[in-house]
């Protein structure tokens, strides 16, 4: 079973810059998450979509920071303009459903803002 | 609101020794509990979960852990350390309130260091 893919795995902007990540979930997973990693901290958890409906963005910089899920598969996570404080990790998980169901983690976007 | 702390950013064990990575939590009420493994430049992995049934429950690569509700902690152990453990550890919370949906808090994360 293919695990959760996500692109780019690293990438370098400068501050003011727009950038957007990718994330392709586990099959027929429908629960997708979008986390922040800072150095040195855990995740924080930045949005959450069940199929192509959020379910939970209350930690979102919504001046900042938008995701979609359009179809319910994919998810795209942008960032604009870029600010030195969000150089981080940006973790994608996935669900079958909601509630105790294990979250498979991709491996990550790493981001430098210069 | 939901807090997880895990005490020390870093440990070390020398290879065969005990690890025993902590947790201790805040919470309104006892939640769900997780430890994930993150090895560099890999997303994290489960280890292991309490859902409220037993309440030490056993992982993967030979990690357990125990939930005291009466000390709020759920420390990881494994009794005797490999070099592949060598990894940072995460403890996470999750809200039993359906409301909540599946979000997890995470503590700091612990960073194990084997010594051969």
């Known amino acids: 079973e293919a695990g959760v893919a996500q692109s780019p795995r690293y990438k370098i902007i400068e501050k003011r810059q727009s950038v957007a990540f990718w994330c392709n979930p586990i099959?027929?997973?429908?629960?997708l998450y979008w986390y922040q990693q800072i150095l040195g901290q855990g995740p924080k958890l930045l949005i959450q979509?069940?199929?192509?409906?959020?379910?939970?963005d209350s930690q979102l910089p919504k001046d900042r920071f938008s995701a979609e899920r359009l179809k319910g598969v994919d998810s795209t996570l942008k960032i604009q303009p870029a600010k030195l404080e969000d150089s981080a990790v940006y973790l994608c998980?996935?669900?079958?459903?909601?509630?105790?169901?294990?979250?498979?983690f991709g491996p990550g976007t790493r981001l430098t803002v210069l | 609101a939901q807090s997880v702390t895990q005490l020390g950013s870093h440990v070390s064990v020398s290879e065969g020794a005990l690890v025993l990575l902590r947790c201790n939590y805040s919470?309104?009420?006892?939640?769900?509990l997780f430890w994930y493994v993150q090895y560099p430049n890999q997303g994290l992995q489960l280890l292991l979960k309490?859902?409220?049934?037993?309440?030490l429950v056993k992982g993967i690569n030979g990690f357990e852990a125990e939930f005291k509700k009466s000390e709020t902690s759920f420390h990881l152990t494994k009794p005797s350390a490999h070099m592949s453990d060598a990894a940072e550890y995460f403890c996470?919370?999750?809200?039993?309130?359906?409301?909540?949906?599946?979000?997890?808090?995470f503590g700091g994360g612990t960073r194990v260091l084997v010594k051969p």
């Open positions: 998980a996935s669900s079958f459903l909601q509630g105790l169901d294990t979250q498979y």
């Open positions: 099959s027929g997973h429908a629960t």
């Open positions: 979509f069940q199929n192509n409906g959020v379910v939970d």
């Open positions: 919470s309104s009420v006892p939640p769900y």
């Open positions: 309490y859902t409220s049934a037993a309440t």
């Open positions: 996470a919370v999750s809200d039993k309130r359906k409301a909540a949906g599946n979000k997890l808090t």
